[in-house]
Structures are given as structure tokens and as C-alpha cells.
């Protein structure tokens, strides 16, 4: 049996090498983001997951590194980060497929 605060602990994410990202097609994407989570994903969140795949494969071009996608809780509800550096992550949050409130901070 699932204690109901076991939800809360559960994360979706995707990482890999930004070379790999560019060249997996987006359902291998998706699939990791939703079947990696264990949690209930609704239209709203996989529309709005395509869209930032879509934003990150136009962008991400002849950058080298790796890529951490992942949603974040708490007081950054909303949000999705990108690790860049140890704990150093570019937080920001998608509308209509523009990113908004764009910042490179350490919220750990």
C-alpha cells in the first residue's frame, strides 16, 4: 500500500548528454518523463512537456554538457529547472512556449 504522502517525494525528470537529448525523438522523451515519475500525468502536463522538449531542441544546439530537466515543488511550484554546474541550476517557467522568469540560481 502507497502512504498518501508518497506522491510528494516523486519526481519527473530526463537527463542525459545535450548531444543525446538532440538526437532522441520527443515520444523517448516523454516516455522517460511519464513512466519515470510513477505519478498520474495529465494531458495539460505532457502538452506542456512537448512544448518545453520543442523550446530546449531549438536552443540547445552546440551547447556541450548535460541536460537535467526536471519540475520543481514547494515555494518553486510551477517551475522547471536545468542543472548547468554541481548545484547550480537555470529555473525558469513555460508559457505558451516562451520561457518566463528566467534565473540561474543554487536553491538547494
Known amino acids: 500500500m502507497t502512504a498518501p504522502n508518497d506522491n510528494a517525494r516523486q519526481s519527473a525528470f530526463y537527463a542525459s548528454p545535450i548531444p543525446q537529448f538532440l538526437d532522441t525523438d520527443e515520444a523517448t522523451v516523454l516516455g522517460h518523463l511519464a513512466g519515470g515519475s510513477g505519478l498520474t500525468i495529465d494531458g495539460a502536463q505532457t502538452e506542456a512537456w512537448k512544448e518545453q522538449v520543442r523550446v530546449l531542441k531549438r536552443t540547445l544546439p552546440g551547447v556541450d554538457g548535460s541536460l537535467f530537466l ?6 518553486r511550484d510551477g517551475q522547471h529547472a536545468v542543472a548547468v554546474h554541481d548545484q547550480w ?3 525558469f517557467r513555460f508559457v ?3 520561457a518566463y522568469d528566467v534565473d540561474f540560481c543554487d536553491y538547494h
Request: charged share 40%.
Open 96 to 98: 505558451d512556449g516562451d
Open 89 to 91: 541550476r537555470i529555473c
Open 70 to 75: 526536471h519540475a520543481l515543488r514547494g515555494d
